[in-house]
T-cell receptor, first 112, second 114 residues
Framework: QQQVKQSPQSLIVQKGGISIINCAYE??????FPWYQQFPGKGPALLIA?????SEKKEGRFTISFNKSAKQFSLHIMDSQPGDSATYFC???????????FGKGTLLTVNP | NAGVTQTPKFQVLKTGQSMTLQCAQD?????MSWYRQDPGMGLRLIHY???????DQGEVPNGYNVSRSTTEDFPLRLLSAAPSQTSVYFC?????????????FGAGSRLTVL
């Protein structure tokens, strides 16, 4: 049972465009939703995270939108740059049980 | 600070061989974990530890053993390697008690089982 579903699998965006990656979850007990960014040959790194008590969180060009009733959350990358080309993973955690459940990832390519 | 250090970076094994992937962190993190990353499958939790002497299973624990004798080290053992264990393995750590699991990942260990 896949608890966090991520789409699309891959995404190509032109420089300056908006990249949007979506995730849906099933377990309503999840209460922490981070996004991780992974460059080729590197380990993932935390990009931005949100809790369900807020509907949106913005850090620079990166924004998480959260819809608790729909059990969905999304990452928006504004003014996408070639340096943003990476694989992005959404994830979810329940309480403090230290078990992050990851989505399958989205390969983002930003063309110059 | 070195962060999370994994060794080796690359390893080729034959079916049935055993080996240990090493993971060390110098951030005094209580929580450590092992994930495997396979194409199209994302990151899947193998085992984790919330402190020295305490380990627990994740989503895909079969075929792997772990132990945690010190805060710094969390080795992952493959007792009898199988081709299905060909993957990239990531070790990650996090401070305890945050309630929000901010993981610091190592650079990964790429394992091929022939």
């Amino acid at each position: 049972q896949q608890q966090v579903k991520q789409s699309p699998q891959s995404l190509i965006v032109q420089k300056g465009g908006i990249s949007i990656i979506n995730c849906a979850y099933e377990n309503t007990a999840f209460d922490y939703f981070p996004w991780y960014q992974q460059f080729p040959g590197k380990g993932p790194a935390l990009l931005i995270a949100i809790r369900p008590d807020v509907s949106e969180k913005k850090e620079g060009r990166f924004t998480i939108s959260f819809n608790k009733s729909a059990k969905q959350f999304s990452l928006h990358i504004m003014d996408s740059q070639p340096g943003d080309s990476a694989t992005y993973f959404c994830a979810a955690e329940r309480g403090s049980n230290y078990k992050l459940t990851f989505g399958k990832g989205t390969l983002l390519t930003v063309n110059p | 600070n070195a962060g999370v250090t994994q060794t080796p970076k690359f390893q080729v094994l034959k079916t049935g061989q055993s080996m240990t992937l090493q993971c060390a962190q110098d951030m005094n993190h209580e929580y450590m974990s092992w994930y495997r990353q396979d194409p199209g499958m994302g990151l899947r939790l193998i085992h984790y530890s919330v402190g020295a002497g305490i380990t627990d299973q994740g989503e895909v624990p079969n075929g792997y053993n772990v132990s945690r004798s010190t805060t710094e080290d969390f080795p992952l053992r493959l007792l009898s390697a199988a081709p299905s264990q060909t993957s990239v393995y990531f070790c990650a750590s996090s401070p305890t008690g945050t309630g929000a699991n901010v993981l610091t990942f190592g650079a990964g260990s790429r394992l091929t089982v022939l």
